[in-house]
């Protein structure tokens, strides 16, 4: 297998079988301090990471983190300077990339451009010297789970984007790999096609209980498609969680804000009592934070609020005289609305000058609970509303 085309092989070596003193818990892969420098320019910086078999892994992260290497480093078209990368507890680094019963679907999908797509599927099967009638089988297996029939003979050309993603899709799932890489797949496909297939990737994924790892900027993507992500910057992962952990529980400052919106209020702890922090912001006063579950070690902190969290009204909530201590009150007045269908978002400009957003779900079809520009509101939260973050 080699680049230009991703489906050249010879016969699998068995790199599958894990040693017999491997404990049964062994996760697929397992990448330990793996490093990769380009001269004096360090792509990958020591990463270690564990991904389990039959597990739909994003690597989700700015251009230039290093995602697209690590993943090449795992097709073996890059070595690795440092570390080592364990399939099903074997060192793979030695392993020739057609040797390795792992498979890449490219960006660009590489197809042969004079080449059926029935040819195009077959391609790495024939190289591998797989027998004939055994090919044909395989090609109507792969056909029939894209969902090409009838296309076989069609040429890349006349085919859609979506249409040549998944002839892409089917080459790299002709031979069975037991991991399958994806570099940005959908990147070239329009909104309401990404949309479905990732939906149609998943439910594959899904029926043929492969490892998949998909390499993507796209943030919502990952968070769709995932079972785990990985967030990575500078060649390091930041953050390795699920999409509801990623999002709600970020570990930095810095995967608040890469992942989804966020407002944010730098401050300082001023008391802790009653599982209550007490955080002394410059923008938005004292805001009452729920203690986190790990011991906040530094006084300088970040306040994190998610936009959906924060809620508008035009006196305060209800509940505001009763319980006043564990309600966050900001004053400002709506600067920007912005309709999307099944939201609106509200930009408020505080008192203090800074600017907080909200998103109020669209949950009648009247208009009877929007705010206009210049109309003066309170955006409140609770406490339970915030995640604090160490500076």
Same mark, same amino acid.
């Not at 080449?115 to 195009?120: A, F, P, T």
């Not at 009638?133 to 044909?136: K, R, S, V």
């Not at 785990?228 to 910057?233: A, P, S």
């Not at 002394?280 to 934070?289: K, L």
């Given at each position: 297998?080699?680049?230009?085309? +991703?489906?050249?092989?010879?016969?699998?070596?068995?790199?599958?079988?894990?040693?017999?003193?491997?404990?049964?818990d062994?996760p697929?892969?397992? *990448?330990?301090?793996?490093?990769? &420098?380009?001269?004096a320019?360090?792509?990958?910086?020591?990463?270690?990471?564990?991904?389990?078999?039959?597990?739909?892994?994003?690597?989700?992260?700015?251009s !230039?983190c290093?995602?697209?290497?690590?993943?090449?480093?795992?097709a073996?078209?890059e070595t690795?300077?440092?570390?080592r990368?364990?399939l099903?507890?074997?060192?793979i680094a030695?392993?020739? +990339?057609?040797?390795?019963?792992? &498979?890449?679907m490219?960006? &660009?999908? %590489?197809?042969?451009?004079h080449?059926?797509?029935?040819?195009?599927i077959?391609?790495g099967?024939?190289r591998?010297?797989?027998?004939r009638? %055994?090919?044909?089988t395989?090609?109507?297996?792969m056909?029939?789970?894209?969902r090409?029939?009838g296309?076989e003979?069609?040429?890349?050309?006349?085919l859609? !984007?979506?249409?040549?993603?998944?002839? %892409?899709?089917?080459?790299?799932l002709?031979r069975?790999p037991?991991?399958?890489?994806l570099?940005?797949?959908l990147?070239?496909?329009?909104?309401?096609?990404?949309e479905?297939?990732?939906?149609?990737?998943?439910?594959?994924q899904?029926?043929?209980g492969m490892?998949? *790892?998909i390499?993507?900027?796209?943030?919502?993507?990952a968070m769709?498609?995932?079972n785990?992500?990985?967030?990575?910057?500078a060649?390091?992962?930041?953050q390795?969680?699920?999409?509801?952990?990623?999002?709600?529980?970020?570990?930095?400052r810095w995967?608040?804000?890469?992942?989804?919106d966020? &407002?944010?209020?730098?401050?300082?702890?001023?008391?802790?009592?009653?599982q209550r922090?007490?955080v002394?912001?410059?923008?938005?006063?004292?805001?009452?934070?729920a203690a986190?579950?790990?011991?906040?070690?530094?006084s300088?902190?970040?306040?994190?609020?998610?936009?959906e969290?924060?809620?508008?009204?035009r006196?305060?909530?209800a509940?505001?005289?009763?319980?006043?201590?564990?309600?966050?009150?900001?004053?400002?007045?709506?600067?920007?609305?912005?309709?999307?269908?099944?939201?609106?978002?509200?930009?408020?400009?505080?008192?203090? !000058?800074?600017?907080?957003?909200?998103s109020?779900?669209?949950?009648?079809?009247?208009?009877r609970?929007?705010?206009s520009v210049?109309?003066?509101?309170?955006?409140?939260?609770?406490?339970?509303?915030c995640v604090?973050?160490?500076?």
């Open positions: 297998m080699t680049e230009e085309s +991703p489906d050249i092989g010879r016969p699998n070596i068995d790199v599958s079988a894990a040693p017999a003193e491997a404990a049964a062994m697929l892969l397992r *990448i330990e301090g793996v490093s990769k &420098n380009f001269g320019f360090r792509a990958v910086d020591r990463l270690s990471l564990d991904i389990r078999a039959g597990e739909f892994f994003a690597l989700l992260g700015p !230039g290093g995602k697209t290497t690590l993943l090449r480093m795992l073996g078209f690795p300077d440092e570390g990368i364990l099903s507890g074997r060192d030695p392993v020739l +990339p057609y040797e390795r019963p792992v &498979n890449m490219f960006q &660009n999908y %590489a197809l042969f451009p080449l059926s797509v029935r040819d195009n077959a391609f099967l024939k591998a010297g797989m027998a009638a %055994a090919i044909d395989r090609v109507a297996e056909v029939a789970l894209v090409l029939d296309m003979k069609r040429k890349p050309d006349q859609s !984007g979506g249409q040549r993603q998944r002839v %892409a899709l089917a080459r790299s002709a069975r037991k991991v399958l890489l570099d940005e797949p990147a070239a496909l329009d909104k309401k096609l990404r479905s297939t990732q939906l149609e990737l998943m439910e594959l899904g029926r043929l490892t998949f *790892i390499v993507t900027h796209d943030q919502e993507e769709t498609m995932a785990r992500i990985g967030v990575m910057d060649g390091r992962l930041e390795v969680a699920t999409p509801r952990d990623l999002y709600e529980a970020p570990a930095s995967v608040a804000e890469f992942v989804g966020v &407002n944010l209020f730098d401050g300082e702890v001023t008391s802790h009592e009653h922090l007490t002394a912001t410059r923008d938005g006063g004292a805001i009452v934070v986190p579950r790990q011991p906040v070690t530094k300088l902190v970040t306040v994190a609020i998610r936009p969290k924060v809620k508008l009204s006196r305060g909530p509940s505001d005289a009763d319980n006043s201590q564990a309600i966050n009150r900001l004053e400002g007045v709506v600067t920007d609305v912005g309709y999307l269908g099944g939201s609106t978002v509200y930009k408020v400009k505080l008192d203090s !000058g800074a600017m907080v957003r909200s109020v779900a669209n949950t009648a079809r009247l208009d609970d929007t705010y210049g109309q003066r509101v309170v955006a409140w939260f609770t406490p339970d509303d604090v973050l160490e500076q």
